[in-house]
């Protein structure tokens, strides 16, 4: 397949204006402020000042447009070619084979032109080697651009149906609030909401403070209570709205051997699985979605040779019954639910003792402390009645870890707070391990773990206090052989 | 998992381990001595009490330089078979790794200039999935385990 060298959308030039625009912004902002305190605020420094902001953004439309004229991008020979630069001029070549994935994102300005910035990520040269990235098309230029690409780098078997890919799941607006309600991303916009207020405080002249202070001052404890409520409220809006912001319209969808998800309110998102570089799945039952019977999947997928891979949302929302199904169309290799081995009943009591371990240590660290200097019986006390539940999460943990393997896939699952099973096929696993500590040695128990390839240097499934012989099994049978 | 892995390090490794430890627990020492000085110059508390900080740091010094590698090298094991790489370690948590050889993407020898003093070097292979190392062999073993991994790996993606 060849053609001629294409430009970009025109609203490509507008995009560059507003790249130069931003980044000289920062250079001119503090001699600016300063030349605008020294002067004070008369017409003729407006004026002035005024003067110099059309200067630039003169400037800045018409470098736009010679950047515009020199972008030019084609798919001709094999190869992906861009050539830009106005003063230099640069050309960079992709062969197509090298080409990981074709991403379409939507910025606030594209979404006004309805054009797109198309992202082609390349693959085998690592982090030395950058992606070529368009900065707007229209959608139906992106999606002959997808296709042009995608046509060469398949397998001539698999394009026997070209009817473009069939949408497998669609995320509706009740789960997507659904979503955001449980997200348990309360404490991220709690601490975000605590940066905001540090900064409220520095920027607030002190007399103000104290004023808003004398007028908001909780005066007793039902007061302090509703302001926590509130603030906890307020964090939980912020939380339904980061998930509102980034999943809405989630649709995931399949053609042959990829998968492509779309998601986002303001700036649509688009993004290209392969399959083949799926290495394991997740599945995640969160603290506030089990109880409803809901969870989430993820995916752990691998880069190409030392390319970095990633771990992302496979889909946000969706009933734990339903997650087989689901697998079945996106990703049947993973689609699997058999019945978990449990662990020994031995293993309970390191569970318990692992979750109770720093209250014991609290306690005992109190008690000598009372002993040597002053009074700390209330925090022995509290310590001792967070005992019980310490102990009791240790039991649940336990109850919810577990292991199968069937047909050549591992299947584990453990909770940390929410509850997460993981699948990865035999040939996905980098590496095998067993690790004993003392108190395991004594009682004949063993932690497995297992690595797959993902982002950040690789993922693992881990099941903690498998029985000795079913770990060194495990780590014998999950080998190359057999 | 039924033996061990069969090779050991070199035994060289014992004296280069003894020597970076002794070198790695310096500063505590310095650390544990300063802090002693401060308990009792500054906050006058007796020398039985006062000294403890550098007794801890002293004792720590000697079981690096001492023992800890004598242990550390009588656990490690490794040993290369036709399918994987099989390695053993750790003196209290004891950890198994098995590496498929045909997920190995390549394969480095390194050695720093105390290890070249001693004429030893450290195997690192990677995957997909991190790096793993054979630390401390001679540079001999080294050398021909770094080209058996890589041979035994393209005969596996031969495959």
Request: charged share 20%; hydrophobic share 50%; aromatic share 8%.
């Amino acid at each position: 397949m060849s053609s001629e060298p294409r430009h970009l959308h025109p609203a490509a030039m507008l995009i560059d204006a507003i790249r130069i625009v931003r980044r000289s912004l920062s250079a001119f902002v503090i001699p600016g402020v300063v030349f605008l305190a020294s002067r004070g605020f008369d017409v003729q420094t407006i004026v002035l000042v005024l003067f110099g902001a059309l200067v630039v953004a003169v400037f800045a439309a018409f470098w736009g447009f010679l950047s515009w004229r020199a972008t030019t991008y084609e798919v001709a020979g094999g190869v992906f070619r861009l050539r830009w630069g106005v003063v230099q001029k640069n050309e960079r070549t992709i062969p197509l084979d090298h080409v990981q994935s074709v991403d379409t994102v939507q910025g606030i300005i594209q979404r006004l032109f309805g054009v797109v910035e198309v992202r082609i990520e390349t693959a085998g040269g690592g982090a030395s080697e950058p992606d070529a990235s368009l900065a707007a098309l229209d959608r139906a230029d992106a999606e002959a651009l997808r296709r042009e690409i995608e046509s060469s780098r398949r397998e001539p078997v698999e394009t026997e149906d070209d009817a473009g890919p069939t949408i497998l799941r669609r995320l509706g607006t009740r789960d997507l609030l659904l979503a955001g309600a449980t997200s348990g991303q309360i404490g991220v916009a709690l601490s975000l909401i605590a940066v905001a207020s540090q900064l409220f405080d520095d920027v607030l002249s002190e007399s103000l403070a104290q004023r808003l202070l004398e007028t908001f001052a909780p005066r007793s404890v039902t007061a302090a209570l509703l302001y926590v409520l509130i603030l906890g409220l307020f964090a939980w809006l912020l939380a339904i709205g980061g998930t509102v912001l980034a999943y809405a319209g989630f649709t995931l969808s399949r053609d042959g051997d990829f998968l492509y998800i779309r998601r986002g309110l303001l700036e649509r998102r688009e993004a290209t699985i392969p399959l083949a570089r799926i290495q394991a799945v997740r599945i995640v039952e969160g603290l506030l979605r089990q109880p409803f019977g809901l969870s989430s999947l993820r995916v752990e997928s691998a880069g190409y040779g030392e390319d970095a891979g990633v771990s992302t949302t496979l889909f946000p929302l969706l009933p734990r019954k339903e997650v087989h199904t689901l697998l079945l169309d996106a990703a049947p290799e993973f689609a699997v639910a058999p019945p978990l081995n449990a662990l020994p009943r031995r293993a309970l009591r390191r569970y318990v003792f692992r979750s109770t371990v720093p209250f014991l240590f609290l306690i005992s660290a109190a008690t000598l402390f009372s002993y040597l200097v002053f009074d700390l019986a209330a925090w022995v006390f509290a310590a001792l009645l967070l005992l019980l539940p310490a102990a009791l999460y240790g039991r649940l943990r336990y109850r919810d870890a577990g292991w199968a393997l069937e047909e050549d896939r591992l299947v584990v699952r453990s909770r940390l707070l929410g509850r997460t099973t993981a699948i990865a096929p035999r040939r996905r696993l980098q590496s095998r391990a067993t690790v004993r500590s003392p108190l395991q040695r004594r009682v004949r128990l063993a932690t497995f773990q297992a690595r797959v390839a993902s982002g950040g240097g690789g993922a693992e499934l881990r099941v903690t206090d498998l029985g000795s012989d079913t770990a060194d099994g495990l780590i014998e049978n999950l080998g190359p052989r057999a | 998992m039924k033996t061990e892995p069969a090779k050991r390090l070199d035994s060289r490794a014992k004296t280069l381990w003894r020597i970076t430890g002794a070198l790695g627990a310096l500063p505590l020492v310095a650390g544990g001595a300063f802090a002693s000085w401060i308990l009792m110059s500054v906050a006058d508390l007796p020398l039985l009490f006062g000294i403890l900080p550098l007794l801890a740091a002293l004792a720590l010094f000697v079981a690096l330089a001492s023992v800890v590698p004598d242990l550390r090298w009588r656990r490690w094991r490794y040993e290369i078979r036709d399918e994987e790489v099989d390695l053993q370690r750790g003196i209290l948590w004891i950890r198994r790794t098995l590496v498929p050889l045909a997920r190995i993407q390549h394969v480095d020898t390194q050695s720093g200039p105390l290890q070249r003093r001693f004429n030893l070097a450290t195997v690192v292979f990677y995957t997909a999935a991190g790096a793993n190392q054979i630390p401390e062999l001679s540079a001999r073993a080294a050398a021909e385990a770094r080209d058996r991994i890589s041979e035994l790996t393209r005969e596996q993606d031969e495959l």
